[in-house]
């Protein structure tokens, strides 16, 4: 979660923690729960799909 973080402005103070009245650690259990972990590409899809929320629901359109 923190590289996902900085990635998003957490340095700069642009980076939003609550997502849709939810905290950011709150979804990103919810989409690794949902994902497998025994997939190689398990770290780069938990990544996506927290990007992907992140823009849907954190960002202002």
């Known amino acids: 979660m923190n ?3 900085q990635d998003n402005g957490y340095k ?3 980076y939003i923690k609550e997502w849709a009245g ?3 650690n709150e979804h990103l259990v ?3 729960s949902a994902l ?3 997939s190689v590409s398990f770290r ?3 990544y996506q799909a927290l990007q992907q929320r992140y823009e849907n ?3 202002p359109a």
């Open 36 to 38: 497998d972990s025994a």
């Open 22 to 24: 939810r905290e950011d």
């Open 12 to 14: 700069q103070g642009t």
């Open 44 to 46: 780069d899809d938990l």
């Open 3 to 5: 590289f996902f973080r």
């Open 30 to 32: 919810e989409l690794s």
């Open 57 to 59: 629901l954190a960002l």
